[in-house]
Protein backbone atom coordinates (compact mmCIF):
# COMPACT_ATOMS: atom_id res chain seq x y z
CA UNK A 1 0.00 0.00 0.00
CA UNK A 2 2.43 2.28 -1.20
CA UNK A 3 1.59 5.19 -3.56
CA UNK A 4 3.39 6.15 -6.26
CA UNK A 5 3.45 9.38 -7.87
CA UNK A 6 5.97 10.16 -11.09
CA UNK A 7 7.28 13.72 -11.63
CA UNK A 8 8.35 14.07 -14.97
CA UNK A 9 11.44 16.29 -14.89
CA UNK A 10 13.47 17.78 -17.78
CA UNK A 11 17.28 18.00 -16.50
CA UNK A 12 19.20 17.21 -19.59
CA UNK A 13 18.61 19.32 -22.04
CA UNK A 14 16.26 19.66 -24.57
CA UNK A 15 15.97 15.74 -25.41
CA UNK A 16 14.77 15.87 -21.76
CA UNK A 17 12.11 18.40 -21.93
CA UNK A 18 10.69 16.41 -25.17
CA UNK A 19 11.19 13.19 -23.42
CA UNK A 20 8.98 14.59 -20.40
CA UNK A 21 6.80 16.49 -22.67
CA UNK A 22 6.05 12.93 -24.46
CA UNK A 23 5.74 11.04 -21.28
CA UNK A 24 3.34 13.55 -19.63
CA UNK A 25 1.15 13.46 -22.91
CA UNK A 26 1.67 9.42 -22.93
CA UNK A 27 -0.88 9.60 -19.60
CA UNK A 28 -3.99 10.47 -22.41
CA UNK A 29 -3.38 7.23 -23.93
CA UNK A 30 -3.05 5.24 -20.47
CA UNK A 31 0.26 3.93 -21.47
CA UNK A 32 2.84 6.27 -18.79
CA UNK A 33 4.18 3.62 -17.07
CA UNK A 34 5.41 1.15 -19.72
CA UNK A 35 6.66 4.52 -22.01
CA UNK A 36 8.49 5.75 -18.55
CA UNK A 37 10.11 2.08 -18.21
CA UNK A 38 11.19 2.27 -21.86
CA UNK A 39 12.74 5.44 -22.00
CA UNK A 40 14.96 4.04 -18.85
CA UNK A 41 15.75 1.12 -20.45
CA UNK A 42 17.11 3.00 -23.33
CA UNK A 43 21.09 3.53 -23.33
CA UNK A 44 21.97 6.17 -25.78
CA UNK A 45 22.04 9.55 -27.13
CA UNK A 46 18.09 10.28 -26.77
CA UNK A 47 17.01 12.52 -29.61
CA UNK A 48 13.48 13.14 -30.69
CA UNK A 49 13.62 10.60 -33.51
CA UNK A 50 14.60 7.87 -30.85
CA UNK A 51 12.34 9.37 -28.38
CA UNK A 52 9.41 8.43 -31.07
CA UNK A 53 10.80 5.15 -31.53
CA UNK A 54 10.57 4.24 -28.24
CA UNK A 55 7.35 5.52 -27.83
CA UNK A 56 6.17 3.38 -30.86
CA UNK A 57 7.98 0.53 -29.06
CA UNK A 58 5.64 1.06 -25.99
CA UNK A 59 2.21 0.79 -27.94
CA UNK A 60 1.64 4.54 -28.28
CA UNK A 61 0.08 5.77 -31.41
CA UNK A 62 2.82 8.19 -32.40
CA UNK A 63 0.76 10.91 -34.30
CA UNK A 64 -1.52 11.51 -31.56
CA UNK A 65 1.21 11.81 -29.34
CA UNK A 66 2.51 14.39 -30.92
CA UNK A 67 -0.65 16.45 -31.22
CA UNK A 68 -1.02 15.67 -27.32
CA UNK A 69 2.32 16.61 -26.53
CA UNK A 70 1.05 20.53 -27.90
CA UNK A 71 -1.27 20.29 -25.00
CA UNK A 72 -0.69 23.93 -22.95
CA UNK A 73 -1.50 22.24 -19.36
CA UNK A 74 1.49 19.78 -20.02
CA UNK A 75 3.73 23.05 -20.40
CA UNK A 76 2.41 24.03 -17.21
CA UNK A 77 2.85 20.35 -14.82
CA UNK A 78 6.60 20.71 -16.47
CA UNK A 79 6.92 24.43 -15.07
CA UNK A 80 5.78 23.38 -11.51
CA UNK A 81 7.39 19.95 -11.51
CA UNK A 82 11.09 22.48 -11.89
CA UNK A 83 9.56 24.33 -9.10
CA UNK A 84 8.83 21.80 -7.11
CA UNK A 85 12.56 20.28 -7.61
CA UNK A 86 14.06 23.54 -7.29
CA UNK A 87 12.36 23.69 -4.02
CA UNK A 88 13.08 20.37 -2.48
CA UNK A 89 16.86 20.88 -3.53
CA UNK A 90 16.70 18.16 -6.69
CA UNK A 91 20.04 18.10 -8.61
CA UNK A 92 19.37 14.68 -10.15
CA UNK A 93 17.23 11.84 -11.23
CA UNK A 94 16.00 9.59 -9.35
CA UNK A 95 15.23 11.31 -6.34
CA UNK A 96 12.36 10.13 -4.15
CA UNK A 97 10.50 11.77 -1.47
CA UNK A 98 9.37 9.03 1.57
CA UNK A 99 7.00 10.29 4.06
CA UNK A 100 8.77 13.87 5.08
CA UNK A 101 12.30 12.51 3.59
CA UNK A 102 13.81 13.66 0.84
CA UNK A 103 16.26 11.18 -0.84
CA UNK A 104 18.27 12.11 -3.87
CA UNK A 105 19.92 9.56 -6.09
CA UNK A 106 19.61 5.88 -7.05
CA UNK A 107 18.40 3.48 -3.58
CA UNK A 108 18.98 -0.48 -3.59
CA UNK A 109 15.05 -2.14 -2.49
CA UNK A 110 16.13 -2.84 0.94
CA UNK A 111 17.31 0.42 1.53
CA UNK A 112 13.46 1.66 -0.03
CA UNK A 113 11.40 -1.05 2.10
CA UNK A 114 13.16 0.26 5.28
CA UNK A 115 12.80 4.16 4.42
CA UNK A 116 8.64 3.11 3.83
CA UNK A 117 8.45 1.55 6.88
CA UNK A 118 10.19 3.89 9.07
CA UNK A 119 7.19 6.60 7.33
CA UNK A 120 5.16 4.69 8.02
CA UNK A 121 5.95 4.50 12.08
CA UNK A 122 5.85 8.43 11.78
Request: proline share 4%.
Amino acid sequence: KVKLVFKDLPILGEPSKVAAIAALASVKQGKHIAFHNALMEFNGKLDDDHIFEIAASAGLDVAKLKVDMEDPNIKKIIERNLALAQALGVRGTPAFVIGNQFVPGAIDADTLKQLIADARKG
